[in-house]
């Protein structure tokens, strides 16, 4: 079955650095990635998606690259902030059906 | 902005009782979702819900389980004789179009129903 990795469980920097979060899938290749920001206690919220023809999508701050060749996604947060500290979650849909895939992301804590 | 709705935020239950969250999905969603997060861990797929019926469960989601759409904005997750291991975060997300579709399937979740089984 479908799985996905993101390569650390948590991740410290220091403010204003760029935080990088990497996300590997296994198997079949999606059609699509999201990322999803999520604080403690709290339901993801949705960030950013790119899809299997994008090489780069980018909001504000952030930014994400597909590698399809890789099976890898990655995502950026330039000028980092404390406000950024959460956990990131990468998911992708199903092969088929209606059960998205999230991977068990990581903590990232940007240090003042 | 619209969002989904999530009660109770916290629920504490004896082993053995029946619960059942709700959720007030975004109005003009067609698909509905429950995903559940135990401390700690990802979040895992339960259940997704269209046109009325069940399109798709994950292993997780046993005969102790079921939903329902009762009228046309409450969606529900009962758990009938609940255990020590449902206690979890429960999600509920909606979406306006299928995953599986050309278009996005982004999911938007609600804040959660915290479940504590003792």
């Known amino acids: 079955s479908q799985k996905i990795e993101q390569n650390s469980e948590a991740l410290n920097i220091q403010e204003g650095k760029t935080a990088t979060l990497t996300c590997n899938y296994t198997?079949?290749?999606?059609?699509?990635l999201q990322w999803y920001r999520q604080d403690p206690g709290r339901g993801p919220v949705f960030l950013l998606l790119?899809?299997?023809?994008?090489k780069e999508k980018r909001k504000e701050r952030l930014k994400v690259t597909f590698d399809t060749t890789l099976k890898q996604s990655l995502f950026h947060i330039t000028a980092s902030q404390p406000a950024d500290s959460a956990t990131y979650l990468c998911?992708?849909?199903?092969?088929?059906?209606?059960?998205?895939?999230f991977g068990p992301g990581t903590r990232l804590s940007v240090l003042p | 902005e619209p969002e989904v709705t999530q009660t109770p935020s916290h629920q504490v239950t004896q082993m053995g009782q029946e619960v059942i969250l709700r959720c007030v999905p975004i109005?003009?969603?067609?698909?509905f979702y429950w995903y559940r997060q135990i401390l700690g861990q990802k979040v895992e797929f339960l259940v997704s819900?269209?046109?009325?019926?069940?399109?798709?469960k994950s292993e997780i989601f046993d005969d102790q389980f079921s939903v329902e759409r009762p009228d046309g904005s409450n969606f529900t997750l009962k758990i009938r004789s609940t255990k020590l291991e449902d206690s979890a975060m429960y999600f509920c997300?909606?979406?306006?179009?299928?995953?599986?579709?050309?278009?996005?399937?982004?999911?938007?979740f609600g804040e959660g129903s915290r479940l504590t089984v003792l």
């Open positions: 109005s003009n969603h067609l698909y």
């Open positions: 790119i899809r299997e023809n994008e």
């Open positions: 998911a992708h849909p199903p092969d088929y059906g209606q059960n998205f895939v």
């Open positions: 997300a909606s979406s306006e179009f299928s995953p599986g579709g050309s278009l996005s399937g982004e999911l938007f």
């Open positions: 819900f269209y046109n009325n019926e069940i399109s798709e």
């Open positions: 198997n079949y290749s999606p059609a699509y």
